[in-house]
């Protein structure tokens, strides 16, 4: 595990010094804080709408959509453009190591981007009596968490069957439409509705970590995507070398 | 320390290698020279463990490059043909990672003897991005170099550098060979003449001749050539010495009353050639013999396969 963390370190530090990992950091608070503002000033001290730690939950969740793909395209396509890959493979990692690593790293960025989009919930709590529920929104915070890393593994995935960033980039987020999107099928009844639900992105998250109800179910569903996604990026590299 | 057999790699149903078998001992600067395409490459990726082969063996220190894989990694350092670097990254930064991924003991230390090592001291803390070729070449030395392997595999590592660097590089590289076995890539025959202990040749991902360069200047090229420079006409000089009874090749020289002449290997003429020169009443110039050169015994091996494989 040594590797990975070294590896996963390395990952963190990069976004640092990346523009596109800033460009999305500004994304993320310029929309944010915006929502916030509005909600706070026009509707929250209006009494139009009820204290809510949740109220920059739902947009933080459709700009993800997007960042994410951001984040993860170049994670393994530069590697592979640079050339970086061959020594990385000659020296004693493991694929899967390489992988998870890459992975750890964007993690570590999005959750230090999710930790500070707490401090709105922590405004709310302030300005109100008697605050606001904070179990639900450590549950919805919790089903972030998990999403997040589901989707940031697809993200590492895509990014292994590319040389360039860019398609990477844009068949991660067809992909993340197509698992958000598929939730709108599930609405109706019958095996094919129940099996667009059971994939769905949005139907895991809203359904019950969002209202503060943690299923062990929707946990293990983002946590295959995962497993499978991480798995899928280390199968793809190691039959590269077999070409 | 390096035994290959029967190593052989297809890329579809393109041959890039075909039944190399070799062996490098420790402490040997082996050169592997070909031109471009002939196979340099994917034998040393191979060797290095990022592609596996087709079919055949590799073991280096002992252990199976594809079952044994990550023994076989921490022994080897690996200096690709195209350095691949991380531009964001100081000297210093891109050292220590690769420096901990190789699970380096007292890594700062370390990455002070290696950055002397190549010559990399005053510019440590300098990005990779600003650096110049020569400079990014020290560097891809020196994580080569970062875990002290037994084994380095150097895939054309002047390629692309000034004169000035060629050489310093080259004697790096035969400090280096005093410790370790090196595996070099070249297509650069003066490299490999410099530098190596033993040369493999290879052409069309074929070996066509594997030796010392000299036991390949005296073997391969058969005979030493004489040149021969006489007061007479070319023709005429040629005729003459075609009138002795030895077996031998002449041909005109590139000025006038020159001739070069190429005899069976162990038979020195030169003393014949002086009298029958003399005694035809003619003066005698210039009597020297020359040796063949690696780039000339190249030559003929490579083109001597190319024209077999155009005579099947």
Known sequence: MRTVFIIAKREFRLFFVSPAAYSVSVMIFLILGGIFFINIYFGLRGGQIAPDGRMVISPLVTILLFAT????????????????????????????????????????????????????????HRMTNPGIDQGVL?????????????????????????????????????????????????????????????????????????????????????????????????????????? | MIKVEGLTKFY????????????????????????????????????????????????????????????????????????????????????????????VDNLDKRIDAVIDEVNLGDRERSYIGNLSKGLRQRVGLAQALIHQPEVLILDEPTIGLDPAQIIEVRELIQGLGQERTILLSTHILTEAQQICDRVIIINKGRMVAEDTPENLQSQIAGATKIIVRASSETRELVELIETMPQKMDVIAGDSEGEVMISAAPGLDIRPLLAR?????????????????????????????????????
């Open chain 2, 276 to 312: 029958k020169i003399l005694d035809a009443g003619l003066d005698l110039l210039e009597l020297r013999t020359t040796g063949i050169s690696l780039e000339e015994i190249f030559l003929q091996l490579t083109q001597s396969e190319d024209k077999d494989e155009g005579e099947e």
């Open chain 2, 12 to 103: 579809g149903d393109f041959p890039a290698i075909q039944d190399l078998t070799f062996n490098a001992k420790r402490g040997e600067i082996l050169g592997f020279l070909g031109p471009n395409a002939a196979g340099k490459t994917t034998t040393m990726r191979i060797l290095a463990g990022y592609m596996p082969p087709s079919s055949g063996s590799v073991r280096i220190a002992g252990f199976d490059v594809l079952e044994e894989s990550l023994e076989v990694r921490r022994r080897i350092g690996y200096l690709p043909e195209t350095v691949p670097l991380y531009p964001e990254m100081s000297i210093w930064e891109y050292l220590e990672y690769m420096g901990s991924l190789r699970k």
């Open chain 1, 138 to 243: 450590i549950a919805a915070y919790l089903g972030l968490v998990f999403m997040i890393s589901a989707m940031l593994a697809i993200g590492t995935f895509i990014s292994s069957l590319f040389n360039n960033p860019i398609p990477a980039f844009f068949i991660t987020l067809t992909l993340m439409l197509f698992l958000w999107i598929i939730g709108g099928l599930g609405s109706g009844s019958g095996t094919a509705s129940e099996i667009a639900s059971n994939l769905s992105f949005v139907a895991h998250y809203y359904d019950n970590l969002y209202r503060g109800v943690i299923d062990l179910g929707d946990l293990v569903y983002y946590m295959s995507l995962t497993i499978i996604s991480l798995f899928l990026g280390t199968q793809v590299l190691e039959s590269r070398r077999w070409r």
């Open chain 1, 69 to 124: 793909p951001a984040i993860t395209m170049r994670l393994l396509a530069d590697e592979q453009r640079m050339g970086t890959i061959e020594l990385l493979l000659t020296s004693p990692v493991r694929i899967w190591e390489l992988v998870v690593g890459k992975w750890l790293g964007a993690t570590g960025f999005m959750m230090l981007i999710l930790g500070v989009t707490w401090i709105y919930p922590i405004i709310i």
